[in-house]
């Protein structure tokens, strides 16, 4: 063997199954790559286009509410398949696979906490649990949510990120349309507000029920929000459908959201509405 060849440095080797962490995230809209660290301190916004990343529910209480603050309400309920429904695989085994990807019973996740050093109940829905699909337990825990809302007196803010209601659970799916906005209901009648964040995407049965009723409802840039999808819409009605249709500014434009809000001023902007509307001075 040659000397250069026994001092030449080697390169380690990656070892089978090692857990590297990854360090950068591309950004799905302009394709740059972001250090981790820094995507973190913009709250999953990139830095050069704007685009608003995709959040897992623990994320989206760590970009709204106040460092330590949140104690979860939900996760005593699970999934039941009543139907006992099977398609191309049993509805048991993508719930077990759901619940194994998000370490979560379903699609969301309740508790409350402070913005601000404001108290407030929150309901924050996870896309990465199929869809954030709309079953029983979603509709069961946003309806619980609400009820201690009510009960402690606090205001209500409900995060969506939704495919839509979760067909294999088919009519006890659909029936938590109805449910949730009979349990929204009780905030109203108290006086408490509910804010309602639109983030991407919300469609399907979320967007025409309790997403769409609130007191005031914010969207985040670029959201995707709509009922049925523009591919649907235009072979329905056989028109060409403007640019930009069903995203936020397209409907803040339109009248059916109230404002459209950076996620990094979320919080400020909860917090000063919420604290006009319940009457309590904010801590900066």
Partial sequence: MALDRFFRRRRPQQ????DVPELWT????????IYNRDLLASSYVCPKCGHHLRLGAAQRVDVLLDEGSFVALSGKVHPVDALNFHDTEAY????????????????????????LNLPVTLAVMDFAFSGGSM???VGEEISRAAEYAAEHGLPLIIVTASGGARMQESALSLMQMAKTTVALETLAEQGLPYVSILSDPTTG????????IADVIVAEPGALIGFAGPRVIQQTIRQSLPEGFQRAEFLLDHGMVDAVVDRR???????????????HEVSA
């Fill in 26 to 33: 591309q950004c799905p809209q302009c394709k740059e790559s």
């Fill in 15 to 18: 070892q089978p199954g090692a």
């Fill in 92 to 115: 048991t085994d993508r719930l077990k696979r759901a619940q194994a990807k998000t370490g979560r019973p379903d699609a969301i996740l309740t508790g409350h906490g402070t913005i």
């Fill in 265 to 279: 001023e979320q919080r400020p902007y909860l917090a000063n509405l919420l604290g006009i509307l319940t009457r």
């Fill in 205 to 212: 049965g979320v967007t025409a029920s309790f997403a769409t």
């Fill in 135 to 137: 079953g029983s337990v």
